[in-house]
T-cell receptor, first 113, second 113 residues
């Protein structure tokens, strides 16, 4: 089991739905990340939060909206997604923005119908 | 442009054999090189990592060899076991204010009994 917990594990949503992915870590880490992973591909960086502030947005479409309510929690709000957004969404954390390593959760398997 | 190149794409090894996965990079600003192991339906788990001032690091059956001048690094799995069957990703970290982890394309390892 990882120390980064993601919920839900699986999510099926329609293109008009609004849903949220949640990520939690209690390691005292101050950097948190969202990655997207398509089948048989490496993870791709979406967002980085450093000390609860968004520091990197890798040109992600606005239908993905990240939120960091506090240092332990990270959300990804989803709205008007497309079928091609179906993927494994991974959350990760690191002790600080400039210290490795990154620890990953087990992800949320998202299917957009 | 792929920042980290990884080979082979897939690898089949007999139980007890040595598995070798290779990676190469161009950006000399990378300063941390982790390997992640990913099982189906799970997130990437940190396996072993190395910094460029070290040429080799060993943890149990897993060894990273690092050649800074050639900008190459490799993972060696000694005495490979069926439980090692997974996808392995090399990665390189760029620490410029916020961690930015660049993944290789992955190697699917199958260890046959």
């Amino acid at each position: 089991d990882t120390e980064v917990t993601q919920t839900p594990k699986h999510l099926v949503m329609g293109m008009t739905n609004k849903k949220s992915l949640k990520c939690e870590q209690h390691m005292g880490h101050r950097a948190m990340y969202w990655y997207k992973q398509k089948a048989k591909k490496p993870p791709e960086l979406m967002f980085v939060y450093s000390y609860e502030k968004l520091s990197i947005n890798e040109s992600v479409p606005s239908r993905f909206s990240p939120e960091c309510p506090n240092s332990s929690l990270l959300n990804l709000h989803l709205h008007a997604l497309q079928p091609e957004d179906s993927a494994l969404y991974l959350c990760a954390s690191s002790q600080s923005p400039d210290r490795a390593p990154l620890h990953f959760g087990n992800g949320t398997r998202l299917t957009v119908t | 442009q792929q920042q980290v190149k990884q080979s082979p794409q897939s690898l089949i090894v007999q139980k007890g054999g040595i598995s070798i996965i290779n990676c190469a990079y161009e950006n000399t600003a990378f300063d941390y090189f982790p390997w992640y192991q990913q099982f189906p339906g799970k997130g990437p788990a940190l396996l072993i990592a190395i910094r460029p001032d070290v040429s080799e690091k060993k943890e149990g059956r897993f060894t990273i060899s690092f050649n800074k001048s050639a900008k190459q690094f490799s993972l060696h799995i000694m005495d490979s076991q069926p439980g090692d069957s997974a996808t392995y990703f090399c990665a390189a970290l760029l620490q410029t204010g916020a961690n930015n982890l660049f993944f290789g394309t992955g190697t699917r390892l199958t260890v046959i009994p």
